[in-house]
Every structure is written in C-alpha cells, then in structure tokens.
C-alpha cells in the first residue's frame, strides 16, 4: 500500500492530519507535542515561523506577530500578513501550516510523507480551492484530491456503516465555517445528494459574540474599551473561547478581565450565552433547511445526523438539531477528527489508483457541486448570470455550448466572464475572471464557429476550454489584461477607445475650427473623466495627432495644433484611425467623424465605414453647415441616434457634451 499519503483537515482554528493503517483503519497522527489537533495559529519569532499551540499562547503577549484565521482569506488577493517589511500570502501562510503537520507526521511514521488529500469547506468557491492546492504545493506536497469537509466526514462514518443503505445530514459546524451536506450511504459508495454553507459562520462568530459582551461590560463600569489594545483583545478573545467550552459542560462560567489597571469579574449563564448567539444558530437551520429542500427531503426521511467540527459540542447545536429531526445526533465520532480521517481514506485510495495497486478500501465517493456556475451576458441593457452547470451536479461534470461566433473580420480572440453563484445578478456572485481565447485563425466576420466546454473537475475546480469548431484546434486561454471589473461593465465604465477625427479642409478656416476646437475641447474633457476611456486624434488631412491616450493635457495640446488646409479625404481619415485604435478583447471603440463638407473619395469612406462595423466598431457622424451632404451622413452611422446636425459651428459644443454625457451613461 502507497504509504506516503495522508490526510489533511485544514482548519480555520485547528488542523489536523490521519493515515491509513496497514489494517485499512484510519488513525489520527499526533502532533510533536503530542495533540492530536494544531492550532492554526502562525507566530513570526525572529527568524523562526512556529505553528501550533506556543504560537496561540505567544498572541497575548506579542499579537503582531501572530497571524490566525487564515482560511477566512484563502484565495484573497487583498490579505497578507506583514513582518519586518515582508508579506504573506494566505497561501504562503497555509503552507506553514501544512509544513508543521507534515514534518511532525514524517516523525511519527518513520518516512517521508509527500502526498495528501486536503479538506475544504463545501461551500468553497475556485478561488478558495485554487489557493487550498497552491498552499499544499508550496509545503511539499503532492495534492492528490481536495474532498469536501461534509463529505470527508460521512466517508469516515460510512465506512463503518457500509452495510446500511441510509441517508445521513453531516451538520459540520468548525472554527470558522459552516457546511450542510445530505449523503446517501451503501453499496460502497458515499452519494453527496445536495451541499450549502458559509464560510464565514463558525466558532468564531460565537466567540465574537463573547468578546462584545464582556467588552461592553468593562465599558459601562470603566468608561474604557479593552478591544483598543491588541494584546488586551487577543487575551479576551481566549478567554472566550474557553467560556464557551466551559457552557457546554457546565451552566455558568466567570471571565476575569483586567486591562490598563482595571478588573472586571462577569458572570455568564448558558441561557445568556444562547440568546447571544440566537440569531447564529438560526442562520444555520436556515442553511439546513435550504439544502432539505434542494434534495426534496424531508427531516423525518433522516437516517442520521451526523456531527463534524468541534463547534457542534455546544448544547444548542445539539438540542437544535434533535428537535429538527426528533432523534439526537449520532456521537459515534470524534467531531474534531472525522474529516482527517476520511481525508486520510480518500488519500489511500487515491495514492492507490495513482500507481496501480489495490485499494485498501472498496469504497468510492461522489460529491456534487456547491455553486452554480455561469458565464455574464448581456440582455435587457443589463448584465445576467446566465447559469450553465447548476449546483449540486454531480462533479466531475462538464456543458458545451458551440454557437459562439466571431463578430467582425480578422478576429482573433474571444471573451467571457465566468461567476459562480445563485443570483441572477453577476455582481452579487464570485467573479472567477475575465478570460481571454486567443489564437483564432483569421476568418471573415461570422465564419469561425467556436465550442466552448464549461467544466467542474473532481476537485470542484472550475476548468474551460475553447475549441475551433473548423480547425478542431484548443484555443488557449489566459486571464485578460488590464483592471476592469465586472462593476465596471455594470456601470458602463468598461474600456472605450474613442478617435476623434476632425475635418481640417480649407473650408475649416477661421470661426469654424476655433469653434470646432472648442467642442472637441469639451468633449475630450467631460469623456475623459470616466475611467477607462481613452481619446486618439486624427485630422484630415493631416493624420494622426495623438495616439488613444487618457491624458487630458496631451490630446488638448494635439487638439490645439489642428490647422485647415487643403481638401476633405475622409476615408483617409478612417483609415488611420482604423489602424490606431484596433479591437481588443473587452475595448468598445467609439469612431466620431466631424466634418462640414463631403469627402473626397464616397466610395473609399464607404468601403472603410464598412470594415469598422464589420470589426464591431460604432460610428458617429457630425455634419456641420449647409454643404453637407447630410443623407451621406447618416448612412455612414451606426444608427438613426448615431448621425447629429449643426447648422453652424457655434453648436457643435452642445452636440459634443451631449455625445459626451450619452457614451458615460450608456456606453458604446
């Protein structure tokens, strides 16, 4: 039997980590000191990083040194822990984590220890399992699988329980998260029929609860807040914790606080404790309720409940959960060690199956997806969740959809916003990315027909991948360039090039290009106070003035240097703007033609208009004064709204601050 693998419950508050016995049994390791469970608290001492239990005692006495609750922040690119001058990662702090558990494993087993199966809350979203993988890696280890926490621990149930058909609720309730997983167990497989969660509900938050407690209580006796002080924070914070350990065994308990030279003595009861956190454990029949109705179940169609996570040795949870369902939950595990342990039976047979040996246990699990995913479109002037894989599907699992197609000539590259979530609205899901196809033979407008395949893996990691209908070619992908957000897009502030090209004709000369400047002042302006936009100039005659750009202060200079002269060759005009702002994946771009006359070569400007709205560009045409030919015009715009008229120069301004506001409300 593949020896080296283990399994792994990486906790918010505590961790753990199991390993299949030569029996097939799986056992819990003991920590160097002798636990059975870790803390997952890090201290930074001098050039030492220690995890585990003198790391939680060191956060009183040096709190700035100590980081905890990481896994609130897996996947998080906007928390790092700083020391002397260097910043962590969640990953990078997780791997510490993991690093102590290994290292205290190899010394308990006798061998080096290379390979595990990580636990994760169900309700974890990509982000958060991509970095839960990454964090393994970078401590050394080869992730074989990431298995749901519920799901671990309804393996490590079954397995004693295999001979039953039965449906069991796993209420696993940790440090810092919450899952609800419906299993159906027997015939050697472990069914995940439906999961949900938060992983932002757990111990943690009936610690909280404590800490507010007491914290208003020294304020109203001493008119001074203990929570100011970090130290002071972190030392009633343990004392929490060990208040809400004490209530479940006992009916009251006494905390002692003192802080800048003054004591408080407060006595709590465990009625008082319950109604502190009522609204807690109502969160948590909510979720259970919600995934009984995603199964279509009822409580009495309960087998069993069973318990995961230290959190549920509350009383509440107990009494909760045995009115729900009118039997009191199975005690037949350890809730601190069950998702070790069947991370550690999954760890067997996964390293097993990876060299071809017999698995030493005979028994499969199938989990489900706890997010829908879906990609962003865009209908009804308003951006959609539209979902493509629901939740509780069966993982792995894939769905293809082949009625992509290019929109203008020379494509290249394709984009799509990916979320998971409930909502019909985007923004109220996790955005996974903006994810950029590139490598599209170069085709006309509409002849490339692309298939794209949406995929949760068996890690519950989302995957996508594009295909060339014609070449039959995978299309690689990478996430897109630049800053702009999915509220960006909401808000119409997704990126906008816009050429500005001026009629600089003789015609143009005197009133009508100071005015013309003017406008094209305004415009530059009032548009580039969205962000995102970018102007490029051109004139014709005369060419290129600037390239797109966001400074105000280089496209007025450009704007000022603009001198009439000579004829109108519009389509000349066209064509460097054509050239200067080119489509990108994800950039609207908006071609504003300003003109008084009638170009020089229709049939060129009419060949070039055609290829920027085969390339999916908008066109916007002004005319100016009686020589325009003002149907022309309005046959080179976009549309009836895209064509405006002046009769004279003077109110162009009003035209352009209007052009203006619209693009900043409504887009390209």
Known sequence: MASGAVGIDLGTTFSAIAFVNQHGVPEIIANAEGDRITPSVILFEDDDIIV??????????????????????????EFSFSYRGQRYSPEQLSSYILAKLKHDAELRLGHRVDQAVITVPAYFNDHER??????????????????????????????????ENIRVLV???????????????????INVIATSGDHHLGGKEWDDRVIDHVSKAFQEKHDVNPLDDLSSYQDLRQKAVSAKISLTRRPKVNIFHDYGGKMLRLAI?????EELTADLLERTV???????????????????VLLAGGSTRMPQVRKMLAEMFERAPATDMNPDECVAMGAALTAA????????????????????TSHSLGMVVYRDEKLHNSRIIKRNSRIPCES??????????????????????????????????????????????????????????????????????????VLPHRLAAGSVTLEDLSQNRAPMQIALIMDCSGSMYGANIRNARTAASAFIEKTLAVPNRQIALVAFPGGVKSNPTAKIDDITKAL????????????????DARALVRPRAGVQRVFLVMTDGHPDDPEGTVAEVRKLRTSGARIITIGVGAEVDQNFLASLASGAQDYHFCSESLELTGTFINLATQLAETGA
């Open 269 to 273: 009861t465990r009625n008082q404790f």
């Open 349 to 368: 047979i996964e390293a097993a199956d990876l060299v071809g040996e017999e698995s030493p246990v005979d028994v499969r699990t199938h989990d489900v």
């Open 52 to 77: 585990g239990n003198y790391a939680k005692q060191a956060a009183v006495v040096f709190p700035e040194q100590v980081v905890e609750f990481v896994k609130r922040h897996m996947g998080s690119s």
């Open 171 to 189: 209420f696993d309730l940790g440090g810092g998260t919450f899952d609800v997983t419906l299993v159906d167990i027997g015939n050697g497989e």
């Open 130 to 163: 991509r970095a839960t993988m990454k964090a393994g890696e970078m401590a050394g280890l080869q992730v074989l699988k990431l298995i749901n926490e519920p799901t671990a621990a309804a393996f490590a149930y079954g397995l004693a329980n295999m001979e």
């Open 560 to 575: 000022a240097g603009l001198t009439p002269i000579g004829s109108t060759p519009m389509s000349e005009g066209l064509a």
């Open 286 to 304: 909510e979720i259970t309720n919600s995934v009984m109705t995603d199964a279509s179940c009822d409580a009495d169609q309960i087998d069993r």
């Open 400 to 473: 293809s959809r082949d009625d992509y197609t290019t929109t203008h000539d020379g494509q290249t590259t394709i984009d799509l916003w990916l979320v998971q979530g409930e909502h019909d609205n985007p923004l109220e899901c996790s955005v996974l990315g903006h994810f950029e196809f590139y490598g599209i033979a170069s085709r006309p407008a509409g002849d490339c027909r692309l298939s794209v395949t949406y995929r949760y893996n068996a890690n519950g990691i989302v995957e996508v991948e594009a295909m060339d209908l014609a070449t039959e070619q």
